[in-house]
């Protein structure tokens, strides 16, 4: 069974909380309480060019960590990176 923890990170469209579920595994939740989980690999869209990834290129999130802060992170092309650099664009 998995642990959902307290909000870590919001995506597109705004106002979406991410939860990590488990090291392969987010849940979105909308504001309208509708849920998706996403198991990766997942597509995501660099919001800001770091370490070789440029802004706008779509990427896959292999991983999903959490720091000691609950922060989520995402390991992507063997790197691992703040979920605060990308988006994911999905509908409900």
């Known amino acids: 069974m998995s642990l959902f923890y307290?909000?870590?990170?919001?995506?597109s469209p705004p106002n979406n909380n991410i939860y990590y579920c488990d090291s392969f595994s987010i849940l979105v939740l909308n504001p309208k309480g509708e849920i998706r989980i996403l198991y990766a690999p997942f597509r995501v869209t660099c919001i800001q060019s770091v370490k070789g990834?440029?802004?706008?290129?779509?990427?896959?999130?292999?991983?999903?960590f959490e720091d000691k802060k609950q922060q989520l992170l995402y390991k992507i092309k063997g790197n691992i990176y703040?979920?605060?650099l990308f988006r994911i664009d999905i509908k409900f």
């Open 6 to 11: 307290f909000k870590t990170g919001t995506m």
């Open 53 to 64: 990834l440029y802004q706008n290129s779509i990427l896959f999130a292999d991983e999903v």
């Open 82 to 84: 703040p979920y605060s």
